[in-house]
């Protein structure tokens, strides 16, 4: 059973960084892609950015391109988000997610951790 473990959340001012961490158990997750979503109060869950574990493609979203780099430590099995450049508008809880690369839809969540972004 895949389990996702994220940390690094916190409070931030507006124009600073924070990395969060996602600790991934339970699998060979070679043949999975690794995501990041975030969902803001009264907002759906949106996609942020994602890594193929096996040869690290990467993909984002419009509003964090640029800004956001996620990455993946093999050794670890941890995958990252670097988030430069806060805005107010990233404030929101961040789930990392996990599914195998040719599945549909996302089948693995963590808990969550709550990113504020003050201005």
């Known amino acids: 059973q895949v389990q996702l473990v994220e940390s690094g959340g916190g409070l931030v001012q507006a124009g600073g960084s924070l990395r969060l961490s996602c600790a991934a158990s339970?699998?060979?997750?070679?043949?999975?892609?690794m995501g990041w979503f975030r969902q803001a109060p009264g907002k759906e869950r949106e996609f942020v950015a994602a890594i193929s574990w096996g040869d690290g493609s990467t993909y984002y979203a419009g509003s964090v391109k640029g800004r956001f780099t996620i990455s993946r430590d093999n050794a670890k099995l941890t995958v990252y988000l670097q988030m430069n450049s806060l805005k107010p508008e990233d404030t929101a809880v961040y789930y990392c997610a996990a599914r195998i690369l040719d599945a549909r839809k996302w089948t693995d969540w963590g808990q969550g951790t709550q990113v504020t972004v003050s201005s």
């Open positions: 339970g699998r060979t997750f070679s043949s999975y892609r």
